[in-house]
């Protein structure tokens, strides 16, 4: 006779390390089975079946012939929900369309989740170029326009408090620059989290004040150089504090 009780836990372990899983491949972008079971402590048999099961109900999908695996397109109706529920992307996106349209480069709305930045919105501008599809996409906090932003407003009481999974090239001038975004009120990242990629951030505000999210505009360099990049900047930061605005905050002022 079969025991329920080790039967529940049993369940629980396999959802608890399918979510493992996808967290993993949200982080890592492609994985390999071998790489997966070295992560979860498992046989590469269990791992190879819980990607099987995953599969199947496209949650991820195989890379080619390559043995890897990605997240795959059946999260997107699932992630969609959750966007739809969140209030700052729907009253940011008519203003990111909006900026989209007019500068014809990318934006983004990014929250902060568990020391990282997540791309929940986004809103194409009519480039024959675009830049990448980073809806969904979870980036670091410190070389990225966004992270910055909510990296600096998280260390407002102490820029030098860095959590120990940060790990910039240069902890004192990370420091030094996340003070710089709290006092002006946007971030750019020049090439830093991908060669020829650039973008300026600027913070999303709740009702009471506090930074909850942030607006980016991304592009290639050969569009997006720095000089363009500082005449877009107070546009920025007026569609951030419009959005802040849509969710509640009046005060004046800038700051991060």
Known sequence: MSNPVRSRESGVQSVDRAITVLELMAVRGESGVSELAAALDVHKSTAFRLLGALEEHGLVEQVGDRGKYRLGFGLIPLAGRVAERLEVTTQGRPVCDELAS??????????????????????????MVTTYNWLGRITPMHNTSSGKVLLAA??????????DDVRPRDRKALVAELARVAEAGYAWSI???????????????????????????SGPAYRLPTDR????????????????????????????
């Open 154 to 163: 998280a260390l407002a009481d102490d820029p030098a408090a860095l959590p």
């Open 191 to 217: 090439e830093e989290f991908e060669t020829g990629l650039n973008a300026v951030a600027a913070p999303i505000r709740d009702h009471g004040g506090a930074v909850i999210a942030a607006l980016s505009v």
């Open 102 to 127: 007019r500068l014809g480069e990318t934006v983004n709305i990014a929250i902060p989740d568990r020391g990282y930045a997540v791309n929940v919105d986004q809103a194409r501008g009519p480039a």
């Open 229 to 256: 990049i500082e005449a877009i900047t107070p546009d920025v930061v007026a569609a951030g504090r419009e959005i802040s605005h849509r969710m509640g905050f009046w005060r004046n002022g800038s700051g991060a």
